[in-house]
């Protein structure tokens, strides 16, 4: 089988997985409904109860999650893509900390709320790649400098989020601290527009660049000989990326490791070369959905946020891979 065509199959079952693991999780609570019985609510059909307990409670939830686990994958096959290093991802190189700075100033300085919070993380984000991009812009080793300046600006935006912890009052400290652990608990239609909307803008821009992205992957020299403007889809992708980031984190808070194992774990399953993108996003879809399902249920009377749930899976996987790099050099 050719990687085209397991590419292919790759992005039509993770989507299927996907739309799988939604339908249980807005079936699955307090309140159990079957699939044919959600699925009858989503067309009109169902009591009452049944279409308040699907599109006004657990919908909004499912939906949020799906976008952002989307948002983030994608976000993270763009950076991995153009660093060259698959440890690259919003996580590790300040974006998803510039979007917990701008979120912080909203809940503790501004005492804004969810809307608030939500344009403060956008803007961080944005603002944090605005900051970025022209330190690490100079000819040749972009990937690199992006790196290296990355993780210094999220060790530095680290601390700011500390500080403001330290001079929020009580009760902004405790939203801001619930807001970091990264959550899709009690996640409305709002929530769910402001990720949805950034993947639908920002996505397909974004995967419109899988083919350039994967001659940059060749290095900068090999890709201008193919024709790729470099400078031009470097800029473009990035961009879009940290918009999808700085969206999920918006959305669902700061979300550890999805972007940075669903486009390794994509690139594994399918064994085709370049960025992956598409089966990166559907299995982001898949994996945030999945963490939000296990977290609801893995403790009784309990639920663990997503991003408890996605910092532990992928904190193993992180160790696994350096441990069989390590091996392997």
Same mark, same amino acid.
């Given at each position: ?51 308040? #307990? ?8 499912? &939906?949020?999650?799906?976008? %952002? ?40 300085? &501004? ?25 690490? $812009? ?31 009052? *009580?009760?902004?400290?405790? =939203?801001?601290?619930? $807001? ?25 821009? #974004? ?25 031009? &889809? =470097? ?6 990326? &940290? ?11 700061? #979300? ?9 774990? %994509? =690139? ?21 959905? %999945? ?27 992180? *160790? $696994? ?9």
């Amino acid at each position: 089988m050719s990687a085209v065509v397991r590419a292919r199959w790759a992005v039509g079952v993770f989507a299927v997985v996907a739309v799988v693991l939604a339908l249980y999780a807005v079936g699955s609570g307090d309140y159990p409904m079957s699939i044919p019985a959600v699925l009858r609510t989503l067309t009109g059909g169902g009591s009452a109860a049944e279409a308040f #307990v699907v599109t006004e409670i657990r919908l909004p939830r499912v &939906v949020t999650g799906l976008f %952002a686990g989307a948002a983030l994958a994608l976000s993270g096959a763009v950076f991995q893509s153009v660093v060259r290093n698959p440890l690259g991802s919003p996580d590790v190189l300040g974006f998803t900390q510039g979007s917990s700075t701008g979120a912080l100033l909203a809940i503790v300085v &501004v005492g804004g709320g969810t809307a608030t919070v939500a344009g403060g993380a956008v803007l961080g984000g944005l603002a944090t790649g605005a900051a970025i991009h022209p330190l690490a $812009w100079r000819a040749g080793g972009y990937g690199n400098r992006l790196v290296l300046i990355g993780i210094g600006v999220a060790g530095i935006l680290t601390g700011v989020i500390t500080y403001l912890l330290t001079r929020a009052q *009580i009760i902004d400290a405790a =939203r801001a601290v619930l $807001w970091l652990t990264g959550s899709l608990d009690g996640r409305g239609w709002g929530n769910a527009l402001v990720v949805g909307a950034a993947v639908c803008v920002a996505g397909p821009a #974004v995967l419109a660049c899988g083919r350039p992205l994967r001659a940059l992957e060749l290095g900068d020299d090999p890709a201008t000989a193919l024709g790729v403007r470099v400078g031009a &889809v =470097r800029f473009g992708a990035l961009t879009g990326a &940290v918009l999808l980031a700085a969206a999920a984190a918006a959305a669902a808070g700061p #979300v550890a490791f999805v972007a940075l194992t669903a486009p390794q774990l %994509a =690139r594994r399953l399918t064994r085709a070369p370049g960025p992956n993108l598409l089966p990166s996003l559907f299995l982001g879809a898949a994996l945030l959905t %999945a963490a939000d399902v296990a977290g609801q249920r893995a403790v009784p009377d309990h639920q663990i946020p997503a991003g408890v749930v996605t910092g532990l899976l992928g904190g193993g996987y992180l *160790i $696994w891979f350096l441990a069989r790099r390590t091996r392997r050099a």
